[in-house]
């Protein structure tokens, strides 16, 4: 098994919630459930986002927030469908 650095699998970990949400999975409970995170986890990486320049839209309230990706910044959104069984193998092993 592989080991990779905590760098590596935040990265990786901010750049497959921006992928779910914008592709459809855009609730908390949505995102929960695909990451397998801890509610703490998804929201310090939903905050991290803009230091990547991810911008992120929350709309609704707080019970029942639904988010939106505004702008990727310089990410590659294409490098991530193509390698997204690659970042998911990568955090599984975080």
Known sequence: M?????????YYRRLYVAYLIDSGSNTVPALLDATDMHRRTLQDTLKALSDLDIVIDSRGGTK???????????????????????????????
Do not use: E, F
Request: glycine share 4%.
């Open 2 to 10: 592989t080991s990779y650095s905590k760098t590596k699998t935040s």
């Open 64 to 94: 029942n927030a639904s988010y939106a990706v505004k702008s990727w910044g310089a990410i590659d959104k294409g490098w991530i469908r193509n390698n997204l069984q690659h970042i998911k193998d990568v955090l599984k092993c975080a």
